[in-house]
């Protein structure tokens, strides 16, 4: 259940006793009310670098008709244009000091050339199969690739499963553009576009695990790193679906098979296992910080598919699947939690937070520890971690949003409110920390760990405007500096982290001069949303702000 503004909420109260009312309501009230006329245009045939870091969600871009209309997708309290809201309110300098003009905001695209002129170039199909498998297979190891490289080299697929085939070999291939280092890399808008002719409408009248296969390939990852955030939604929706009706979500080991079984039959039921899974994993992880809930972990008594720690193959696939499956069950309890309200109490964080740690501590030693970890699974090592950084995050966050919206010195809160926004800010340490370590020049690492980033930049910008002396002694500005520093060494591989870095450099500039003179607000929920007036107020007609939001490129 989704509280609405103004609607007293008797329920929601004897949830959650110990937290204060009006910081329930003032964070329950940046959300925008689902009665809003949602709409979002994520249809482009635009694949630059620059176009591609555009959408409502992320908060690199947010599109000048959704923040003049709330014409862009429903998100929730923990997303990114909340933040960058808040700290915009705190910090009305900021309005400003933005550039004067959309141009300022353009970007290059780092590597390769445009899409027209890859259209031409030679692609080594060998060399992307096995970027893939390098890469991405060990994060979401949902294909048999002895089969699918027999097939590649036989080019003998049956008539009535070529289509699917071709899609999903050309959904691998571009998957295969983002894990290699070479000049292939942009290559992707070709491939991608190669295999959409064999998906269509019909595509979900004709169920085959390769469909379900490159449909999850390119709603999971394709078009979140095209930033078509509410269109991957969907599809991995239909993608669901299409799984429940092959029965994916019952697959079952048989007793009677081997152990060690090498059978087709066995093969396959592995392969469909690892499916279902991936498919939960990838919605799981696109739906972290949105606000909003992901499709949800299906009641044990539905979902009766054995889980990837149970099958006898421990190779790096089912090593990074099954920690995978394990914290998105944690995950998405916590997200779903959240949804239903923004402050939970502080026993329910600790104990959501303790079930982190665990899972962390029960990791294989190729994940725990760094220095074990094979080269196959560093990609999926480090990716694992950011996430495991982010969700914990989530948890603390709400805290921090509370006592900005107050103006209240966090440093000087009560014991229990400090100590949350204290360990929110040690969780942000650490991530920027952990992710200066674990990163090496590899694109879709890049583009994972600069999105990561920026959102734990903005944790510590949000700190250091709402509580300047709180922020010096958990040295927030230092660390600020620090992601400034990654995100610079990033830009080569990835556009994101050249506009994150400029965002967060505005930011940290200029909060500086922050006018701590402004009285604290009084936000009365009978006289319209928070976010409404904060809207209001940074806004209005001050078009260099909205085109500093849109990050017009």
């Known amino acids: 259940m989704i509280r609405r503004p103004g609607q007293a909420d008797a329920e929601l109260r004897l949830l959650v006793p110990n937290v204060a009312a009006d910081a329930l309501d003032d964070l329950q009230d940046l959300e925008p009310p689902p009665e809003r006329d949602f709409t979002w245009d994520e249809v482009s045939d635009d694949d630059s670098e620059v176009s591609r870091i555009a959408d409502d969600i992320n908060g690199l871009a947010v599109s000048l008709d959704s923040l003049n209309s709330y014409n862009a997708s429903y998100l929730g309290f923990s997303s990114v244009p909340t933040i960058l809201r808040v700290i915009a309110h705190l910090s009305p300098r900021i309005r400003q ?24 170039c030679e692609i080594d199909e060998l060399s992307l199969i096995n970027a893939y498998f390098l890469h991405v297979h060990p994060i979401t190891p949902m294909i048999d690739e002895v089969e699918f490289r027999q097939r590649f080299a036989d080019d003998a697929v049956p008539e009535n499963h070529k289509t699917s085939w071709l899609a999903l070999f050309n959904m691998v291939l571009a998957m295969g553009c983002f894990a290699s280092g070479d000049s292939q890399f942009s290559k992707h808008h070709v491939l991608y576009k190669r295999a959409l002719t064999h998906l269509n409408m019909s595509s979900f009248g ?35 679906r299409m799984a429940v009706a092959m029965g994916l979500h019952r697959a079952q080991i048989p007793r009677h098979y081997p152990v060690h079984s090498q059978s087709a039959g066995h093969s396959s039921i592995i392969t469909r296992i690892r499916t279902w899974w991936c498919i939960f994993c ?28 149970s099958l006898a193959s421990m190779d790096y696939g089912t090593i990074s699947l099954t920690a995978n499956e394990q914290f998105c069950k944690i995950a998405t309890r916590i997200q779903e939690r959240l949804v239903e309200m923004p402050l939970i109490t502080s026993d329910e964080i600790h104990d959501f937070d303790t079930e982190l740690l665990k899972w962390k501590g029960s990791l294989h030693v190729f ?13 999926a090592r480090a990716m694992l971690f950011c996430r495991f950084m982010t969700t914990r995050l989530t ?17 000087a809160a009560t014991q229990q409110g400090g100590a949350l926004v204290s360990k929110c800010l040690e969780i942000a340490r650490d991530g920027v920390d952990t992710i200066a370590s674990d990163w090496f020049p590899n694109h879709m690492l890049c583009w994972n760990h ?10 510590l910008i949000l700190a250091a405007v709402s509580d300047t002396n709180g922020a010096e002694g958990e040295r927030c500005n230092e660390y600020i500096l620090k992601s400034l520093d990654i995100l610079a060494q990033m830009e080569p591989f990835d556009a994101g982290a050249t506009r994150g870095r400029r965002v967060i450099q505005l930011l940290r500039d200029n909060i500086r001069n922050r ?4 009285p604290m607000v009084d936000f009365d929920v009978s006289n319209g949303l928070v976010l409404d007036l904060l809207d209001e107020e940074m806004m209005g007609g001050d078009a260099e702000w909205v085109n500093f939001l849109c990050g017009y490129n």
Not at 207 to 221: D, E, K, N
Not at 287 to 298: D, F, K, Q, S
Not at 367 to 379: E, F, G
Not at 515 to 518: A, K, L, R, V, Y
Request: aromatic share 10%.
């Open 450 to 459: 600069a999105w990561h980033l920026f959102q734990i930049a903005l944790v």
């Open 395 to 411: 948890l603390y966050r709400p805290y921090l949003l509370s006592a900005a919206i107050h103006r209240k010195q966090w440093s």
């Open 282 to 309: 990838l919605d799981t992880w696109a739906a972290a910080t949105l606000g909003r809930p992901g499709l949800g972990y299906w009641d044990p008594g539905t979902v009766l598919t054995s889980s990837t720690s």
């Open 97 to 120: 000091v933005v550039p004067p003009s959309p141009e300022t905001w353009k970007t290059s695209a780092p590597v390769g050339g445009s899409p027209e002129s890859n259209a031409s």
């Open 367 to 379: 994940l725990s520890d760094a220095q074990h970890c094979p080269p196959p699974l560093r990609v």
């Open 515 to 518: 006018e701590d003179s402004i």
């Open 206 to 240: 004709s169920g085959h695990i390769y469909t379900v296969q490159a449909l999850a390939l390119y709603g999971g990852w394709l078009l979140h790193y095209l930033n078509k955030p509410n269109t991957a939604s969907a599809v991995m929706g239909a993608t669901l």
